[in-house]
């Protein structure tokens, strides 16, 4: 089993930066590929970034691809996303999830954490 704890949520204003972490359990993260993923009141989830278990590549949709970025430290099994230039429509719930195969469902869930854009 993985666990997964998200920090980092909270309110900020446009234009502002704001950094999530995830620190993962029973498993370290280069069996793992982590993605953050996010769900705003009445739309769909959004996956706005992954890092696979190499820790090199890392895939951003085109609406935070600039803005966003996702990074890992492998000692302390964390994987950390860095907004920047935030904006109202990024509010949401984000959601650290972890998979142990590409292309299929996110396995493990955190329990969220909720980011505000607002002035």
């Known amino acids: 089993q993985v666990q997964l704890v998200e920090s980092g949520g909270g309110l900020v204003q446009p234009g502002g930066s704001l950094t999530l972490s995830c620190a993962a359990s029973g498993r370290t993260l280069n069996m793992l590929y982590m993605g953050w993923i996010r769900q705003a009141p009445g739309k769909d989830r959004e996956l706005v970034g992954e890092?696979?278990?190499?820790?090199?590549?890392?895939y951003y949709p085109h609406s935070v691809k600039g803005r966003f970025t996702i990074t890992r430290d492998i000692a302390k099994n964390t994987v950390f996303l860095q907004m920047n230039s935030l904006q109202p429509e990024d509010t949401a719930v984000y959601y650290c999830a972890a998979r142990t195969r590409l292309m299929t469902t996110f396995e493990y869930w955190g329990q969220g954490t909720q980011v505000t854009v607002s002035s």
């Open positions: 890092i696979l278990s190499n820790g090199q590549t890392t």
